[in-house]
């Protein structure tokens, strides 16, 4: 594998793996208090649309790390909008 991919799926794995600790906490919490609304509706969409560049590029690190983060993100958005 050459180098540039490596540094490809290195940066993918940290990003997508830096939202597990405040996916976990928010799961086993169910404390969204300081979490904002519209940066995670933001965020997810901007995943959703990095997701479909991914996959229109034929890029399996930028779909796979974008797909897994919004697995992460996207219950939190979804209990953000819950809360009262």
């Known amino acids: 594998m050459e180098w540039v991919k490596i540094i490809g ?3 993918a794995s940290l990003t997508t793996l830096s939202f597990l600790p405040q996916a976990i906490k928010v799961l086993t919490t169910r404390n969204t208090q300081g979490i ?3 940066m995670y509706a933001m ?4 995943l959703v649309l990095w997701l479909v560049y ?3 590029i034929n890029d399996i690190a930028v779909s796979a790390a ?3 983060t ?5 219950p939190i958005l979804l209990m953000t909008l819950r809360r009262e």
């Open 9 to 11: 799926y290195l940066a």
């Open 36 to 38: 904002s609304r519209m």
């Open 43 to 46: 965020f997810v969409c901007g």
């Open 54 to 56: 991914g996959m229109l």
């Open 66 to 68: 974008n797909l897994l």
């Open 70 to 74: 919004l697995l992460l993100a996207l």
